[in-house]
């Protein structure tokens, strides 16, 4: 079992930074592909950018590419999302998702196939 716990949302102007980050604990961590995804009002939750649990390969979705970085540490359990040049458009609730996966499985960037979950943190952008 793991458990995920996401900080560093905020209120923050169009084109400025903030930096999220996901405390995972239980479990083994080096084992999982990490994501974040993201829920605006009103839409479906989305997926923003995932790293793998071996080589550290990233993988973002298109509105994002050259703005955000998801980076982590397995000494210390965490994922941070860097977002930079942040829009009114980034406005949502970020969540950090981890998925055990066996090194002959895909990677997946379907939230239904993440097996864990943090609560959420906002974050809000303003023009």
């Known amino acids: 079992q793991v458990t995920l716990a996401e900080s560093g949302g905020g209120l923050v102007q169009a084109g400025g930074s903030l930096r999220l980050s996901c405390a995972a604990s239980?479990?083994?961590?080096?084992?999982?592909?990490m994501a974040w995804f993201r829920q605006a009002p009103g839409k479906e939750r989305e997926f923003v950018a995932v790293i793998t649990r071996s080589d550290g390969r990233t993988v973002y979705t298109d509105s994002v590419k050259g703005r955000f970085t998801i980076s982590r540490d397995n000494t210390k359990n965490t994922v941070l999302l860097h977002m930079n040049n942040l829009q009114p458009e980034d406005t949502a609730v970020y969540f950090c998702a981890a998925r055990p996966r066996s090194s002959w499985q895909r990677v997946v960037m379907i939230s239904t196939m993440y097996n864990y979950w943090g609560q959420g943190t906002q974050v809000t952008v303003s023009s």
């Open positions: 239980g479990g083994t961590f080096s084992t999982n592909d």
